[in-house]
Structure formats: structure tokens, C-alpha cells
């Protein structure tokens, strides 16, 4: 029997999967927590949770602890890790697990201990971190060993990391704080803007995932879109099109491009060349946003490809590393304080 159970953590901003040791992908949630604003007792955790937004009454409060990519609410993260530590792992234990955590590349050492304190605080014997870019690279399935250089780009809820790897270590890389829910807020003020109507977090991320779009599209497309309007105060429902969503999106994906094309400015020539032959991988939730390659392609002039499984790369990358640990630690891509 194992002694030590050993599992990879994707803490997203969004989302948060769980990748077992040798069982995969064992869980994935929304990274939404429902607690007792008296009591702060935790009452739900994930998908409970996320059906509670914008629905619940004044004791109770559904929050996300993780804002940016880094945590916002300690407390409330620590007990989330815990959950899930308590959800996945179930059986006899003879020693606590280990936990291999998938950060943002941009994140300060201070906010790197908060992430390992948490963790440990959760019941965790040992946690180590890994730059979100390298373990999407890893679960993209890219050559990252070899003397080449890769180039990945992940979008996720909080942030978009961006890194051109060789030789198993990030040459170049940027973290930018936008992501799926700036593109959701970006919606919320479009309609807010042009309708006078308000409409919570999950009608926004419906709207994107629906008709969104980074880049016209052959066939566009509408949808009925239900809020409160802001000067009646009652119901009301418009009809929102792809070109309205695509126009609000316009903002948050000019700012990716625009750090794309700075890490490549950044990127030395040699690197270059290989960026050029062997194109940019997207990952991440984000990556889905429909002609967003395109877009991308346009402005680089390199092709753009979505990985496959791009909304678990990163998860499935953490899981790697975890397989051969002692060569990832050599390489210095995992952190340990």
C-alpha cells in the first residue's frame, strides 16, 4: 500500500480541478464557496456553491476566494482545500498527502507562501507550486525537454499567462490579470450601457460561451437575454447579437494580444524561429472563445492553435509533473519554501 497520496491542484480563479495520482482528473468544480456571514461556517463548496450566487438571502454569502489568480479570502481558501483534500482523498492515509499547486507566472513570493500556507493549514503534509504556463504546456503535450522554443498561452478565469519554454525551464513569460470573468464583466457593462439592464455573473458567461465571439463569424447569432431593468426596477428581457457581445469582448482581447505580442518582442531570435514553425498553443477556458486563434493568427502572423482538452491542460499538466516530480524539481519548474 502507498504511504503518501499525491494529488495536482488547478486553483483557478474560475475553476478548480483535482488530478489524482495515478486515477486522472478526479474532480472538477467551480471555485465558489457559500459560508455564514454570522457563524462562518462553510455550507457549500463547487457547483453547491455556485448555484447560490446572486440567490441568497442576508446570512449567507457565496464568494469566490481566488480574485487575480491568487487568493483574496485565506480563510475561506484554506477550508476549500480542505474540502476538496477531504473529497478526493478518502480511506486510510499513512502520512498526509502531498499537493502540487498550479499558480500564475506573475505571482509575488508573499502571494506564493499565502498558497503553500493554505494548503498545509488544510491538512496537506507537503505542497509544492507550478507555474500555470509550464503545466499547460505539459498537458498540452508540448516538447518542452527538447532545445526548442514553445510558445503557450493561458486563459483562465483571473489571469493570462504567457510563456515561450526550452529545455524544460520558461525563457520568456508575462502574467496578465485578464481573463474569463474580465470578459464577463466587460458583458455586464455592455448591457448595463446599452439596455439599462442589470444582469448578475453567470447570465454574462452564458452570454459569452453562447454567442461570443473574438472574430466575425459567418453566421451570427442572437439570444434573449433576461435581467432587471435599472429604471423601472422590474424584469425585462432584449435580444443581445454576437456583434454586440464581440464589440464588449473588443477590450479584454486587445489586452491578451497586446501581451502576446510583447512577450514575442521579448523572445530571442532563436526561440523566435521555432515560435514561427511550430505556432502558439491556447489553453485555458478562454482558448474556447470562438475566433480567438483567428484573431491572434491575424495580428502574429504565426499560426494559433487551441490545445485539445484545453479547459483541462493545466490540470492534466500538473498531474504529469506529479508522474516524474523528481525531474521537474531538477529543472527548477516546481517551487518549494
Known amino acids: 500500500m502507498k504511504l503518501t497520496t499525491e494529488i495536482g491542484i ?10 489524482r495520482r495515478g486515477k486522472g482528473i478526479v474532480l472538477t468544480e467551480p471555485t465558489v464557496v457559500a459560508i455564514n456571514s454570522k457563524t462562518k461556517r462553510v455550507l457549500a463548496v463547487g457547483n453547491a456553491a455556485r448555484e447560490m450566487l446572486g440567490r441568497t438571502p442576508g446570512n449567507i454569502t457565496a464568494i469566490r476566494p481566488m480574485k487575480d489568480g491568487v487568493i483574496a479570502e485565506y480563510t475561506v481558501t484554506e477550508k476549500m482545500l480542505s474540502y476538496l483534500r477531504q473529497k478526493t482523498i478518502k480511506g486510510p492515509q499513512f502520512r498526509k498527502p502531498t499537493a502540487l499547486i498550479c499558480v500564475p ?11 503553500i500556507k493554505a494548503a498545509l493549514a488544510a491538512g ?9 504556463p509550464m503545466a499547460a504546456a505539459i498537458g498540452a503535450g508540448l516538447p518542452i525537454a527538447a532545445a526548442g522554443g514553445n510558445m503557450v498561452v493561458d486563459i483562465g478565469g483571473g489571469t493570462t499567462d504567457i510563456a515561450v519554454i526550452s529545455l524544460g525551464g520558461i525563457v520568456t513569460s508575462a502574467s496578465l490579470r485578464v481573463g474569463g470573468n474580465k470578459m464577463d464583466e466587460a458583458i455586464i457593462r455592455h448591457i448595463r450601457n446599452v439596455y439599462n439592464l442589470a444582469i448578475g455573473e453567470p447570465t454574462a458567461e452564458e452570454l459569452k460561451i453562447r454567442i461570443g465571439s473574438a472574430y466575425p463569424m459567418e453566421t451570427e447569432l442572437s439570444m434573449q437575454v433576461r435581467g432587471r ?14 456583434e454586440e457581445v464581440r464589440e ?7 489586452m491578451i494580444a497586446e501581451k502576446v505580442c510583447a512577450v514575442l518582442e521579448d523572445t530571442p531570435p532563436e526561440l523566435s524561429s521555432d515560435v514561427i514553425e511550430r505556432g502558439i498553443v491556447l489553453t485555458g477556458g478562454g482558448a474556447l472563445l470562438r475566433g480567438l486563434d483567428k484573431l491572434l493568427s491575424s495580428i502574429t502572423q504565426i499560426p494559433v492553435v487551441v490545445a485539445d ?14 508522474e516524474e516530480i523528481e525531474n521537474i524539481e531538477a529543472s527548477g519548474a516546481v517551487t518549494t519554501l
Not at 479547459?311 to 500538473?318: E, K, S, W
Open 105 to 115: 507566472s506573475g505571482i509575488t513570493n508573499v502571494e506564493q507562501r499565502a498558497v
Open 248 to 254: 464588449a469582448l473588443a477590450e479584454p482581447v486587445r
Open 10 to 19: 488547478d486553483l483557478g480563479t474560475a475553476n478548480i480541478l483535482v488530478y
Open 309 to 322: 482538452n484545453a479547459l483541462d491542460c493545466v490540470a492534466i499538466g500538473t498531474g504529469r509533473a506529479l
Open 124 to 132: 496537506f503534509g507537503k505542497a509544492a507550486l507550478i507555474e500555470e
Open 229 to 242: 431593468d435599472m429604471i423601472a426596477g422590474l424584469p425585462k428581457t432584449v435580444e443581445v447579437t454576437s
